[in-house]
């Protein structure tokens, strides 16, 4: 009898704490301004890769307009389960990516402090977005590396295996990661680590989960987590060796750099799971979702296989 009443009890309580979990998770990607040679193909674009790598692991996509006015900003986050920034090459102090951005991060950490998980993820430009949020824009953080097109193993710091992040890879994962050119830099700019570390936002704010050194020999910071919060930035692109092929950058699309890179991507829809956000509707959900704008192949004219482009959200909104 006893051993009736425990079985029954785990099953209560094993049943409450899968239900509890998220396995509709959505992820909004936030887009920037067109480069000016694809200007005629839209307002702004959201390079596929980052789409596939966030489906590749069991989320669906909505993409974040970053002309989109925040009242609207402030609904859509509350049916998003994550928001991730990406890498590109905009302009980011004084310009309306960076206020979005911005402003999304604000509505993260308040969520966060009310006991609303809601994780922010950003590569490459978007670490150095997180960065400058973080520092209160202060773009004295970011200074030149010749780290552009490379392939990289991860320096790991010794707190590595206690973090968020890396904590539970596994033993082969770490050791792809840290002994194999498998993190593709692709930047000009990042956070050097005496400058994390004597930003007093920064320091505070994130523990440095690793550092690389550019060809010639200057540290960056790679890798990086918030101490109290689920945000994680990565100065590399997990996304790319999986899913861009252009021959003219240095990606390594090794099995073993698929497994470790395709862990990033498991990680992050993981921490989207724990988050309770959802559509009011299934017609709003399925309205926002990036399913209903189409891709276009620019493999020819950019670094991109495929890309998303949109016309202004003004004209998005009508």
């Excluded at 079985?7 to 409450?16: A, D, R």
């Excluded at 509505?107 to 960065?131: R, T, V, W």
């Excluded at 206690?162 to 990661?177: E, Q, R, T, V």
């Excluded at 692109?237 to 990606?251: D, G, L, Q, R, V």
Aim: glycine fraction near 6%; include cysteine; hydrophobic fraction near 35%.
């Amino acid at each position: 009898m006893l051993w009736s009443v425990v079985c029954w009890v785990c099953c209560v309580c094993c049943g409450l704490a899968f239900s509890e979990v998220n396995t509709r998770p959505i992820v909004g990607l936030l887009s920037q301004p067109t480069e000016d040679d694809q200007r005629s193909y839209g307002h702004s674009y959201i390079a596929a890769s980052y789409v596939k790598f966030f489906e590749s692991a069991g989320a669906r996509v909505v993409p974040i307009f970053y002309d989109t006015p925040h009242s609207v900003l402030h609904t859509l986050f509350n049916q998003i389960n994550a928001v991730f920034f990406p890498g590109g090459d905009s302009d980011l102090l004084g310009t309306q990516l960076y206020t979005t951005a911005h402003y999304l991060y604000q509505l993260a950490e308040k969520a966060n402090d009310g006991l609303d998980y809601f994780p922010i993820y950003g590569h490459c430009m978007g670490f150095q977005l997180l960065s400058l949020i973080t520092s209160r824009g202060n773009g004295k953080i970011l200074t030149h590396f010749d780290a552009e097109n490379i392939s990289l193993p991860l320096q790991f710091y010794p707190n590595f295996k206690n973090s968020k992040l890396f904590g539970p890879a596994g033993d082969d994962i770490l050791d792809i990661m840290g002994n194999q050119n498998v993190t593709m830099n692709n930047h000009q700019y990042g956070v050097s680590p005496a400058v994390f570390s004597s930003d007093p936002y920064l320091s505070t704010f994130y523990d440095v989960l690793s550092w690389n050194t550019d060809p010639e020999n200057r540290p960056f910071v790679s890798t990086i987590e918030a101490k109290d919060y689920p945000f994680y930035g990565l100065q590399w692109h997990a996304e790319k060796p999986i899913f861009e092929w252009s021959p003219t950058e240095a990606m390594n699309h090794s099995p073993d750099s698929i497994k470790a890179n395709q862990y990033i991507a498991n990680f992050y829809v993981n921490e989207a799971r724990k988050s309770t956000h959802k559509f009011s509707t299934l017609q709003t959900e399925q309205a926002a979702l990036i399913y209903n704008y189409p891709k276009t192949y620019t493999g020819h004219i950019s670094s991109f296989e495929e890309t998303y482009f949109f016309p202004p959200y003004a004209q998005l909104s009508q």
